[in-house]
């Protein structure tokens, strides 16, 4: 199993502000994934981390509203830029350990007005 | 794209009576997932479902995979109150890495 601790758990944010979400890994594991999880709704991928590359973002996610980095095998960031209200979501981190269950952090429930 | 579609939406169940829900895939899935998310928790691994037809027990849960391997079901004997939350399947995204989401059926249970 992999245990994940993601931080803060939740904020509260000005519009035009940005907020890094932290992710660490109690071990390595070649990709992380971030997903969005909109009030009531699923989870959607928003991009795939990748040590020592670019993230892969999925359609509708861009680099610049959502840069992420991945220094290193256990940790990775992702930040949510020039923030507005319709970015108030969870955001979840998520890695698969060498097997295909998909382990998630806590979330960060994201409020911005 | 790839999409994975759940029904219903939302169940709301007198415990002790069983629920089901629904889980279909635009395309053959190399195999299939199930969630369970608590109210303000995060989404729990249940099981993973690999062959054609296949069907595994978890106490009061059944669950199966279709002989296509396109869709799915999760049927709860006998709800209970501890079954409240958000069930969500997931099958593999077209990389092979990432899940695919479906929207979920959320099951409410009164006592």
């Known amino acids: 199993s992999a245990v994940i601790s993601q931080k803060p758990s939740r904020d509260i944010c000005q519009r035009g502000t940005s907020l890094t979400i932290q992710c660490q890994v109690d071990?390595?594991?070649?990709?992380m994934f971030w997903y969005r999880q909109q009030p009531g709704q699923s989870l959607t991928l928003i991009a795939t981390?990748?040590?020592?590359?670019?993230?892969?973002?999925e359609s509708g996610f861009v680099i610049d509203k959502f840069p992420i980095s991945r220094p290193n095998l256990t940790f990775s960031t992702l930040t949510v830029s020039n923030m507005s209200p319709e970015d108030s979501s969870i955001y979840l981190c998520?890695?698969?350990?060498?097997?295909?269950?998909?382990?998630f952090g806590q979330g960060t429930r994201l409020t911005v007005v | 794209g790839q999409q994975v579609m759940q029904i219903p939406q939302y169940q709301h169940v007198q415990e002790g009576e069983d629920f089901t829900t629904y889980c279909n895939s635009s395309?053959?899935?190399?195999?299939i997932q199930w969630y369970k998310q608590r109210p303000g928790g995060h989404p729990v691994f249940l099981i993973q479902?690999?062959?054609?037809?296949e069907v595994k027990k978890q106490k009061r849960l059944t669950f199966q995979f279709g002989e296509a391997k396109k869709n799915s079901s999760l049927h709860i004997t006998a709800t209970q109150t501890t079954d409240v939350g958000t069930y969500f399947c997931?099958?593999?995204?077209?990389?092979?890495?990432?899940?695919?989401f479906g929207k979920g059926t959320t099951l409410s249970v009164s006592s």
């Open positions: 997931a099958g593999p995204g077209q990389a092979g890495t990432a899940l695919i």
């Open positions: 395309t053959t899935l190399s195999n």
């Open positions: 981390a990748n040590q020592g590359s670019e993230a892969t973002y």
């Open positions: 998520s890695v698969n350990h060498g097997t295909v269950e998909a382990f």
């Open positions: 479902l690999v062959k054609s037809g």
């Open positions: 071990s390595q594991v070649t990709m």
